[in-house]
């Protein structure tokens, strides 16, 4: 290329930038996406960044009164050794002399005053250690009722507590239910093998086979087989590879209009720790997966109270108390940006990303696969 047809090309050039026909170049150089994979939860699922550690980032997945975590283990026996560890704890402690005196005390005045309607609330338990029963289901589920492990000489006249351990061992983990307490009248009154059999027929570890049943729900680390009520879920997620923060609550229906006046109390917020420098992105409705919800983003700036700019979009909606498929949700999202339009446009472009990505788990998708499958 000789000076002339250097200087024609370089002329056409700022021609161009001037028109706004470079426009479409610089948005294709602007868009970018991030390493994904899914996150399910409830009937859906959204794609988080890839060195999200899920089972880290959860901090809540509870039904019928119990929450779920999963934590890694190495083998069976790891497993094993652990449980029984457990066991011990409780089945090794002694209650003080001052607790049983307490439950002698406690039982003669209810047997002189109380009437047989309250007598049953309090049945006798014949303790004289912190383990009331440990239950082995099979080589990989427990159960075992005993008093809190926060007081192990805890009014165990009253109520006890329940905890569940399951073990997964092709995903190398396992999943521990934190103790919940029950009544002791319940625990006397129950079979408790039989119920307990019953529960972990309803509560399984979560793998592919199961998250493509759309009738499976899932809650955390497990998925929940004849959900009848709306659960639980939390995760506050951190990539180190993106500079982006996820905030994800799912539950049980709010109050109409809720949803939308904690939406405007963060954008207040977000205002005050911006000096009232913070902008408006975006305002609207946008309907994810066939329900219905509001849509925020809002840049914030840098001042003495924010470290740093960073955009916050947000989506959320109310939920309906007798749908299952529609709980309340708040999906949120913090981008840390800096001075120029380009980072601005690389938080919008992985808030694009999430919004897209919001689906029911069992999409046509899976269903193709299914189909071809049989021909």
């Known amino acids: 290329m000789n000076n002339v047809q250097q200087l024609l090309c370089a002329t056409l050039t700022l021609v161009l930038t001037a028109c706004g026909y470079t426009q479409n170049v610089q948005e294709q150089q602007t868009m970018r996406t991030y390493p994904a994979k899914a996150l399910y939860f409830h009937y859906y699922q959204i794609d988080i960044p890839q060195d999200i550690a899920v089972d880290d980032s959860q901090i809540e997945a509870e039904f019928w009164g119990n929450r779920f975590f999963a934590y890694p283990i190495a083998s069976q026996q790891a497993?094993?050794?652990?449980?029984?560890?457990?066991?011990?704890?409780?089945?090794?402690?002694?209650?003080?002399?001052?607790?049983?005196?307490y439950e002698r005390e406690s039982r003669q005045t209810l047997n002189e005053?109380?009437?047989?309607?309250v007598k049953k609330y309090y049945p006798p338990l014949n303790m004289t250690t912190a383990l009331y029963e440990a239950i082995r289901y099979d080589a990989?589920?427990?159960?075992?009722?005993?008093?809190?492990?926060?007081?192990?000489?805890?009014?165990?006249?009253?109520?006890?507590?329940?905890?569940?351990?399951?073990?997964?061992?092709?995903?190398?983990?396992?999943?521990?239910?934190?103790?919940?307490?029950?009544?002791?009248?319940?625990?006397?009154?129950?079979?408790?093998?039989?119920?307990?059999?019953?529960?972990?027929?309803?509560?399984?570890?979560?793998?592919?086979?199961?998250?493509?049943?759309?009738?499976?729900?899932?809650?955390?680390?497990?998925v929940w087989m004849k959900p009848d009520s709306h659960p639980n879920i939390e995760y506050r997620m951190a990539s180190k590879a993106v500079p982006m923060?996820?905030?994800?609550?799912?539950?049980?229906?709010?109050?109409?209009?809720?949803?939308?006046?904690?939406l405007e109390e963060t954008i207040s917020t977000i205002d005050y720790l911006s000096e009232g420098k913070s902008k408006k992105i975006y305002r609207g409705n946008r309907d994810l997966a066939g329900m219905k919800g509001i849509e925020r983003c809002y840049l914030a700036t840098a001042s003495e109270l924010n470290e740093s700019s960073y955009v916050w979009c947000?989506?959320?909606?109310?939920?309906?108390?007798?749908?299952?498929?529609?709980?309340?949700?708040?999906?949120?999202?913090?981008?840390?940006?800096?001075s120029s339009s380009t980072d601005i446009q690389y938080a919008m472009?992985?808030?694009?990303?999430?919004?897209?990505?919001?689906?029911?788990?069992?999409?046509?998708?899976?269903?193709k696969i299914s189909k071809m499958k049989h021909i």
């Open 113 to 117: 005053y109380a009437g047989e309607y």
């Open 79 to 101: 497993f094993d050794e652990l449980v029984n560890e457990r066991i011990n704890v409780f089945k090794n402690h002694k209650l003080s002399e001052k607790a049983l005196a």
């Open 314 to 338: 947000a989506w959320g909606t109310d939920g309906e108390k007798e749908d299952l498929n529609k709980p309340s949700i708040l999906l949120e999202m913090e981008y840390e940006v800096g």
């Open 140 to 222: 990989q589920h427990y159960k075992i009722i005993a008093n809190s492990l926060n007081n192990l000489d805890s009014s165990f006249n009253t109520s006890l507590y329940l905890q569940y351990y399951m073990y997964v061992p092709e995903q190398h983990q396992y999943i521990m239910t934190r103790q919940t307490k029950q009544p002791a009248s319940l625990i006397v009154s129950e079979d408790q093998y039989k119920s307990g059999k019953t529960f972990l027929t309803e509560v399984l570890s979560t793998n592919k086979k199961r998250l493509n049943n759309q009738n499976f729900m899932a809650v955390g680390p497990v």
């Open 349 to 367: 472009d992985a808030w694009k990303q999430l919004m897209d990505s919001f689906k029911r788990r069992t999409t046509s998708r899976n269903k």
């Open 245 to 262: 923060s996820l905030h994800l609550d799912v539950g049980a229906r709010k109050d109409k209009g809720e949803t939308k006046d904690e």
